[in-house]
């Protein structure tokens, strides 16, 4: 099948076991990605780690009542 529409598709990829939308739902939710300077990822290297420091920053910021958290998750 010679694909004419678009240059960057090869005759040989074959999608025909392919599903439409497969993820369409799990985009649609959405997802908050942030870029982490690289000083920070070097003190913090994993998401596990970004994590852990954001919720202990996150519990300490709500006992002094700072920036309008109010503890609603």
């Known amino acids: 099948m010679n694909n004419q529409n ?8 074959d999608f025909s076991g392919g599903v439409r939308g497969k993820y369409a739902k799990r985009y649609s939710e959405g997802t ?5 300077d690289d000083d920070v990822v070097a003190m913090f ?4 780690e970004v994590n852990a420091i954001l919720r202990s920053l996150g519990d300490i910021i709500r006992q002094h009542g700072v920036l309008g958290l109010s503890g609603k998750a």
Do not use: G
């Open 6 to 13: 678009d240059s960057d598709m090869l005759d040989e990829y």
């Open 32 to 36: 908050n990605l942030v870029r982490l």
């Open 45 to 48: 290297p994993t998401s596990q």
